[in-house]
């Protein structure tokens, strides 16, 4: 079952030439990152009774900065991190012009460490740091290093880690460039996401192409759109698929 699904979608793969990759945490579990709704994911690790979610919040972060970057360094980032099969085969594919852009909810940077241009971090990277008061920018080294709340050398303001906490609008831009690409693609590959976060759940309705595959674990709602939901992992799936001629 899981062989032919492969190869059904080896053939859409093969037929298209503006493919978008829309992914979430289940891309980066395999590098060793858990998610966060799976059975291990970070939902049932709870920290001082906290989910993460609510620590992982704008509001959280002004009332409680040192319990933010405690658990932030502990769990959020994952320096030792490497791409995996399905970084790996997406970069290929953007070098063999098949691949027009990665929409990505993950803010590990793994897309870019594997060498992809084109990635919407529409949830912004745990690399690029920022002053809250001065917009001098810091490197992940900087927060990592820091015992408790990380300061800006300059000026002595916070330092804020350049992610979007649950409160905080996205980028403007970086959802406008997303969506423009998912509205262009002909394929969409909808992998690793329990697609439960706005807006980046409504990104779908964007797409009116030809060809949109799901690939998780477990089935999500936009499996009854899809034209092929495959139920599996994406490294192992991604690393199936063929070398691109
Ligand atoms: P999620 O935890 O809500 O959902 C992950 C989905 O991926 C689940 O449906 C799970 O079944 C599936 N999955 C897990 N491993 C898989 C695998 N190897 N193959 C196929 N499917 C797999 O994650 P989300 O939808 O991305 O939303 C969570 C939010 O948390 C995002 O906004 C993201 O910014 C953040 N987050 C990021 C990271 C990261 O950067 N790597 C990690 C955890 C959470
Ligand atoms: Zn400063």
């Known amino acids: ?51 993460p979610e609510m620590i992982l919040s704008k509001s959280f972060f002004y009332l409680h900065p040192a319990e933010f970057f405690d658990f932030y360094r502990q769990y959020m980032v994952h320096p030792e991190a490497r791409p995996n099969a399905a970084h790996r085969r997406l970069y290929q594919w953007e070098k063999r012009d098949r691949l027009r852009g990665i929409v990505t909810q993950n803010i590990d940077g793994l ?59 996205p980028d403007k831009y970086t959802c406008m460039g997303a969506c423009r690409e998912i509205s262009n693609a002909d394929t969409l590959i909808v992998a690793g996401t329990s697609l439960s976060v706005e807006p980046a759940a409504s990104f779908l309705d964007y797409f009116n192409g030809k060809n949109l595959v799901v690939v998780n674990r ?28």
């Open 111 to 169: 897309h870019k460490m594997a060498g992809n241009k084109r990635v919407y971090e529409i949830h912004g990277t745990v690399y690029e740091n920022s002053c809250m008061d001065c917009g001098a920018q810091y490197p992940l080294d900087k927060v990592l290093r820091a015992s408790g709340i990380p300061r800006c050398e300059r000026c002595g303001g916070v330092i804020k880690p350049g992610v979007v906490l649950y409160g905080e609008a």
């Open 218 to 245: 477990e089935p999500i709602a936009a499996d009854s759109r899809a034209s092929l939901a495959i139920r599996g992992d994406v490294a192992e799936v991604m690393g199936k698929l063929r070398e691109d001629e």
């Open 1 to 51: 079952m899981f062989e032919n699904e492969t190869a059904r979608l080896q053939k859409i793969v093969d037929a298209s030439r503006r493919i978008v990759f829309f992914g979430g945490a289940g891309v980066s579990t395999a590098s060793g990152i858990p998610d966060f709704r799976s059975e291990n994911g970070l939902y049932g690790e709870v920290y001082r009774g906290l989910t």
